[in-house]
């Protein structure tokens, strides 16, 4: 059965991150992607130049014309902008009783601009963590979510992980990228099993809609297997994309990865 994934996310017109990201990613990993659009990001590689979120009425208006119509498999949620936002598909998603949620907590984008206002950072704490069956921080969102430094080592990413498991989610996969050393180190952990998933850094400036590709696809392969090892395959996708990032030619600034590396 070819799975059916909602991505619910933001815009990227140059194709690298947010919700055009995520269905190349889907296609890639054989699954069939649909999404709902929160925010109109005016973004390239170079940064984001502005963003006009949508409506949450009408957020919901999309989610249920979804839902309404079409089995739902899997849902990765993105980019919310707002509290209002995520009020929404909190609701939305725990009214049509969604499965497989995947919830990466998009704060920051890699040109460093806020893509979350302050006052969201506890409506996606409290309403949309809760209902994840993985929640993908990295390292900074982590510490958001928690109002906490940062870690100072993979000790600390550790006990990270633990905290963010007590606000509600089925698993943590905290992402390491942005520590330092020559090894990107994430943590998972499920309340039981703890795993860490160690790869080595790759020398590429394409870096652009990494964490956005690495949700989507464990969205796309959690409705086929079970989590840990949906896990595994999308970090191994993600590297594969990485690796191959500089076959494109994409922009002047961090470019895109080659999501279609393996096709």
């Given at each position: ?55 949450p009425s009408f957020i919901t208006a999309q989610i249920d014309a979804v839902f309404d119509d079409v089995r739902v498999d899997a849902v990765k949620i993105g980019m919310v902008a707002n509290a209002g936002i995520a009020e929404a598909i909190a609701a939305a998603l725990q009214r049509h009783e969604a499965k497989h949620v995947v919830l990466d907590p998009v704060m920051i984008a890699k ?153």
């Amino acid at each position: 059965m070819i799975a059916n994934v909602l991505s619910i996310a933001g815009t990227d017109p140059t194709g690298g991150a947010g919700i055009q990201a995520d269905l190349k990613t889907f296609s890639a990993l054989g699954a069939y992607g649909m999404s709902v659009v929160t925010a109109v990001v005016a973004q390239n590689t170079q940064g984001v130049r502005a963003f006009e979120a949508l409506s949450p009425s009408f957020i919901t208006a999309q989610i249920d014309a979804v839902f309404d119509d079409v089995r739902v498999d899997a849902v990765k949620i993105g980019m919310v902008a707002n509290a209002g936002i995520a009020e929404a598909i909190a609701a939305a998603l725990q009214r049509h009783e969604a499965k497989h949620v995947v919830l990466d907590p998009v704060m920051i984008a890699k040109s460093g601009d806020r893509l979350l206002s302050e006052d969201a950072v506890a409506a996606v704490r409290d309403r949309l963590v809760p209902l994840a069956e993985i929640v993908t921080p990295n390292l900074p969102e982590a510490a958001a979510l928690l109002d906490a430094a940062g870690p100072a080592d993979l000790a600390g990413a550790i006990e990270m992980a633990r905290a963010l498991k007590i606000l509600g989610p089925a698993s943590v996969f905290l992402k390491g990228g942005h520590a330092e050393g020559p090894e990107s180190i994430d943590v998972y952990f499920d309340g039981e099993t703890m795993e860490t998933f160690r790869a080595a850094r790759i020398a590429t400036k394409n870096t652009h809609g990494t964490g956005c590709t690495l949700s989507a696809a464990i969205a796309a392969l959690l409705p086929s297997m079970p989590r840990l090892e949906a896990v595994g395959r999308a970090k191994t996708y993600l590297t594969g994309a990485l690796a191959a990032a500089d076959d494109l030619d994409v922009g002047s600034g961090h470019g895109p990865l080659h999501h279609f590396f393996d096709v």
